[in-house]
């Protein structure tokens, strides 16, 4: 059975720091290509960070310089650091793990921007 597990979200001031993580089971971790999404209320979900099983990385544009994405392979887990946070990252965010026609999600966790 696949489980992606986020944890880390929670309330921060603007300016603030969060770090999300994803702990994944049931899957070859090594072999997926992990991403984060989020969805604000009344918004579409939105791919905001990925990293591939080789290594490269991509960013939404919005983020670029103050969120970064990482991966252990050791602990099946994919991170993502996010700095100066802003009322606008509000959103649940999830985890998803791709490969090939293959994508598990997880249950999203919650992140709050506000004073």
């Known amino acids: 059975q696949v489980q992606l597990v986020e944890s880390g979200g929670g309330l921060v001031q603007p300016g603030g720091s969060l770090r999300l993580s994803c702990a994944a089971s049931?899957?070859?971790?090594?072999?997926?290509?992990m991403s984060w999404y989020r969805q604000a209320p009344g918004k579409q979900r939105e791919l905001v960070a990925s990293?591939?099983?080789?290594?490269?990385?991509n960013y939404i544009d919005s983020v670029k310089g103050r969120f970064t994405i990482s991966r252990d392979n050791a602990k099946d887990t994919v991170y993502l650091q996010m700095n100066s946070l802003k009322p606008e990252d509000t959103a649940v965010y999830y985890c998803?793990?791709?490969?090939?026609?293959?994508?598990?999600w997880g249950q999203g966790t919650q992140v709050t921007v506000s004073s």
């Open positions: 049931g899957i070859i971790f090594g072999f997926y290509a």
């Open positions: 990293i591939t099983s080789a290594g490269s990385i």
């Open positions: 998803n793990a791709e490969r090939t026609r293959l994508s598990y």
